[in-house]
């Protein structure tokens, strides 16, 4: 999946400078919303990490194609992260608290439309600006409800990887006045953690707008 993710990327990268020069109409704006993510891989059981809510902004551009075509890339500020729920690091200890990144995400999609439904697709590249955590360590025995904290697990952005790449798959319904709603999945291929096997897993859903259609000529 990797090798085709990042054929793909290459494929789109090398056809932009034509695809753009054939563009009918392009359109430019932005978008904001909200999701949930997690972590996946072999260090994030689904048992033991849940959903996190986060944040997703920012702009939009658009390149119209005479078909039902459109490329359209995007530079977004996305909150990503997880949430630790009893996760056990040996016999004696276990995690719980939440972890949130702060990335700059560049993705490239290609998006298909027929009527006001559309289809869109592509890779995507992240930087990790800043973390959050609020991580417990806690006791794996229990003598009431409350489990016994034994202290913070200390986390710093040294811990995590800076680079991150992946998939976003997703739909949603265009207006023609401009403004749409878009339901998101993206997935990291590469794991953001330098010690655990934890990568991105998101749901994300956006309300956007992008100007009306305007022909290239027009702006001459």
Not at 44 to 62: I, K
Not at 182 to 204: E, V
């Amino acid at each position: 999946m990797k090798k085709s993710l990042c054929l793909t990327l290459i494929t789109l990268l090398l056809l932009c400078p034509v695809l753009v020069a054939q563009a009918q109409y392009y359109r430019f704006g932005g978008k904001a919303g909200g999701g949930f993510s997690r972590a996946k891989g072999d260090d994030a059981s689904s048992s033991r990490t849940n959903y996190l809510a986060g944040l997703n902004a920012g702009f939009v551009f658009s390149y119209d194609f005479p078909s039902v075509l459109a490329i359209q890339p995007e530079l977004l500020y996305s909150q990503k992260g997880f949430v630790y729920d009893e996760y056990i690091l040996d016999q004696n200890e276990a995690l719980s608290g939440e972890v949130r990144l702060h990335y700059i995400e560049l993705p490239l999609m290609l998006r298909l439309q027929q009527g006001g439904l559309f289809l869109e697709a592509g890779p995507y590249g992240a930087y990790l600006l800043n973390k959050d955590s609020e991580v417990d360590r806690i006791s794996t025995f229990r003598s009431g409800s409350n489990p016994l904290i034994l202290g913070p697990y200390e986390l710093n952005i040294d811990d995590f990887e800076r680079f991150d790449y992946g998939y976003s798959l997703g739909f949603g319904i265009m207006l023609e006045t401009g403004f749409y709603l878009s339901i998101r999945n993206t997935g990291g291929l590469r794991s953001f953690s330098k010690t655990f096997d934890q990568k991105n897993l998101m749901w994300q859903l956006s309300i956007g707008y992008l100007r009306p259609s305007r022909r290239p000529v027009d702006m001459m």
